[in-house]
């Protein structure tokens, strides 16, 4: 009885602890333009714009090396970005206060698809109110933020797998957004 009574109050406490967490997401809304941001690929060293991905489905999320639910994150979202496909989805994974990222992750993610971000000035950071990581949005193809998730859980999996494919359903604009928010950024 008591076993049932402490895996109740745990599932509780887990809910709880989820609906805190999304309840206090910070950065752009969902539904408004992405920041862009120009920054460069601690991998290839190429600086990559985000506005020059419109027209495919974006994950920004931000990590750093010292984060343990980063570094389980982040093989996923590999792992997404190879059974999806880069003329569908880009990945940028921002390092995030970070300023080891480079030497810690490269060898390992030398093969890697995904685009490994360097901000170690913090300004792609600033732009997205960044406060905690992981932190995750997921951009549709016109440059909207349609999700934008703080926090990683297992239980979370179905919920972003639900988010990309509804994402890739939607169709590609015809026009790109000429919104403010789209100017182009100083380079980082």
């Known amino acids: 009885m008591n076993y049932r009574l402490i895996s109740f109050l745990g599932c509780l406490s887990a809910v709880l602890y ?3 967490i999304s309840a206090a ?3 752009p ?3 408004s333009i992405a920041p862009d941001f120009k920054a460069r690929n601690l991998v290839t060293g190429e600086r990559v714009p985000l506005s020059s991905q419109r027209g495919k489905v974006v994950i920004v999320t931000f990590w750093a090396t010292w984060c343990a639910p980063c570094r389980k994150e982040l093989p996923i979202l590999e792992g997404t970005q190879k059974l999806v496909g880069k003329e569908k989805l880009t990945i940028f994974a921002v390092s995030y206060k970070d300023k080891d990222a480079a030497r810690a992750i490269v060898k390992q993610a030398s093969t890697w698809r ?3 971000v360097d901000d170690s000035n913090g300004w792609i950071a600033g732009r997205y109110s960044i406060s905690s990581i992981p932190h995750m949005f997921i951009i549709g193809r016109d440059g909207t933020i349609l999700a934008n998730h703080v926090g990683y859980g297992e239980r979370t999996l179905e919920e972003f797998v639900t988010e990309i494919n509804q994402a890739l359903r939607n169709p590609t604009p015809t026009e790109p957004n000429d919104s403010p928010a789209s ?3 100083p380079s980082t």
């Open 114 to 116: 995904i685009n490994l």
């Open 183 to 185: 100017a182009s950024p």
């Open 25 to 27: 997401s910070s950065g």
């Open 29 to 31: 809304a969902v539904g």
């Open 18 to 20: 989820a609906t805190s």
